[in-house]
């Protein structure tokens, strides 16, 4: 089943900051992070895994609450760059506390940062 | 991070015709691929996954008869359009699998598929 993000969109200036959430009626394995700009493939930015374990960039932080199923992607003092659409992608837990590898993406959160 | 390269980038064909789309991880072996697709303003939609060497996996949904996967090496899985109509035209995706911990994913550039 899709992870739900929220909010759909958002419009900063740059300098500010957002937080996109993404939430999961699945218990989880881990969870990974993309960036889409538009005509362009995603771009990884950042994997937390059940236990606490992170890899990605220095820049940008996030958090994985196991028990709620959620994880959030934090952008401080964001840039022009930071512009596009971020994606979440979930594995599922699965009953030998592993993952099946499968990703399955959330409907993505548009993020547009104006001068 | 690892690189993915897709060819073409983009396909223009007519209805009828058959498209071949290839992915390769450059710098990196990968025994499972994935093939998404991506329709405007939308969520990309796992199509099928790609095993090196034997019979790809295909999501619910989707007709493994006109998208024919093939597997052949460790750094080449190809999706073939069969029969394209202008219904399959889309933005398609695949990703390469490093294994261990993380099970990171890196995409191709995609692949603008416009049938006539």
């Known amino acids: 089943q899709q992870p739900v993000q929220s909010p759909q969109a958002v419009i900063l200036r740059e300098g500010e900051d957002a937080v996109i959430n993404c939430s999961s009626s699945?218990?989880?394995?881990?969870v990974h992070w993309y960036r889409q700009k538009h005509g362009e493939a995603p771009v990884f930015l950042m994997i937390l895994l059940k236990g606490g374990e992170q890899k990605g960039h220095e820049k940008i932080s996030a958090s994985f609450n196991e028990k709620k199923q959620q994880s959030s992607l934090y952008l401080t003092a964001s840039q022009l760059s930071y512009s596009g659409t971020y994606f979440c992608g979930t594995h599922p837990l699965n009953a030998g506390g592993t993952s099946y590898g499968k990703l399955t993406f959330g409907q993505g959160t548009i993020l547009t940062v104006h001068p | 991070g690892a690189v993915v390269s897709q060819h073409p980038s983009r396909v223009i064909c007519k209805s009828g015709t058959s498209v071949k789309i290839e992915c390769r991880s450059l710098?990196?072996?990968?025994?499972?691929m994935f093939w998404y697709r991506q329709f405007p303003k939308q969520s990309l939609m796992l199509m099928a996954t790609?095993?090196?060497?034997?019979?790809?996996?295909?999501e619910q949904g989707v007709e493994k008869d006109k998208f024919l996967i093939n597997h052949a090496s460790l750094t080449l899985s190809t999706l073939t359009v069969t029969s394209a109509h202008p219904e399959d035209s889309s933005f398609y995706i695949c990703s390469a699998r490093i294994p261990g911990q993380f099970n990171e994913q890196f995409f191709g550039p995609g692949t603008r598929l416009t049938v006539l």
């Open positions: 710098d990196f072996q990968a025994t499972t």
């Open positions: 790609s095993n090196e060497g034997s019979k790809a996996t295909y």
């Open positions: 699945k218990a989880l394995y881990s």
